[in-house]
């Protein structure tokens, strides 16, 4: 099992930054790879960034490269998901989630947190 909590979402305006973490406890956190979901008001949830548990490798969804970035810091068994030139596309339920597996579908991934609102207005 592993449980995984969000923070740090909430409103920014267009063209800002904000930083999401994601706690995780259960099971050894370095030995499970990462990422981050979203899902926008009536929209299907969607793959935005994941990072290997072995060696640290990011890979991006098309709409957010250059923008976004994940990583990891196993000592304090977190991930973060820094936000940079946010746009109103972006406004969404933001998820972190676990996967024993290299994946990217949403139906794939396998330990789920809350979620955490970000909204990008302005």
């Known amino acids: 099992q592993v449980q995984l909590v969000e923070s740090g979402g909430g409103l920014a305006q267009v063209g800002g930054s904000l930083r999401l973490s994601c706690a995780a406890s259960?099971?050894?956190?370095?030995?499970?790879?990462m990422g981050w979901l979203r899902q926008a008001p009536g929209k299907e949830r969607e793959f935005v960034a994941g990072?290997?548990?072995?060696?640290?490798?990011?890979y991006y969804t098309d709409s957010v490269k250059g923008r976004f970035t994940i990583s990891r810091d196993n000592a304090k068994n977190t991930v973060y998901l820094q936000m940079n030139n946010l746009k109103p596309e972006d406004t969404a339920v933001y998820y972190c989630?676990?996967?024993?597996?290299?994946?990217?579908?949403?139906?794939?991934?396998?330990?789920w947190g809350q979620g955490t609102q970000v909204t990008v207005s302005g």
């Open positions: 989630a676990a996967s024993i597996a290299v994946v990217t579908a949403p139906s794939l991934w396998d330990y």
């Open positions: 259960g099971r050894t956190f370095s030995r499970v790879h």
């Open positions: 990072i290997m548990s072995s060696n640290g490798i990011t």
